[in-house]
């Protein structure tokens, strides 16, 4: 009796896009946010809302006055209102005094 042995390969990213363990239902949330003015204000917000306890990703959109943001996250844990607040509690990159970025509802 012959053994055959099956191989597949996963994509890389397939597994980055797993909820983690304990995730039942992730919610998706695309936010639209005004104020930005350069990549590096995309970069701080995308990295501002990763930090956040129960936030599992965060994906921006293409760059423009108005960018969107591809946020998932547990809503047992963090809610969109609190992502909102983050977002427009993050300094601007001209100004660290200034808050620039306003969510678009």
Do not use: W
Not at 36 to 45: G, N, Q, R
Not at 48 to 56: A, D, L, Q, S, T
Not at 62 to 71: D, L, R, S
């Amino acid at each position: 009796m012959a053994l055959a042995m099956l191989s597949f390969t996963v994509p890389a990213n397939a597994l980055a896009q797993l909820p983690p363990a304990g995730v039942q239902d992730p919610k998706i949330s695309q936010i639209k946010v005004k104020g930005i003015t350069c990549a590096s204000d995309v970069k701080t917000i995308a990295s501002n809302i990763e930090k956040m306890k129960g936030v599992i990703s965060c994906k921006p959109g293409k760059q423009g006055t108005t960018t969107t943001f591809e946020v998932r996250f547990d809503n047992s844990v963090v809610t969109e209102k609190e992502i909102h607040a983050t977002i427009e509690n993050t300094a601007g990159c001209e100004n660290p005094q200034d808050r620039p970025y306003k969510v678009k509802l």
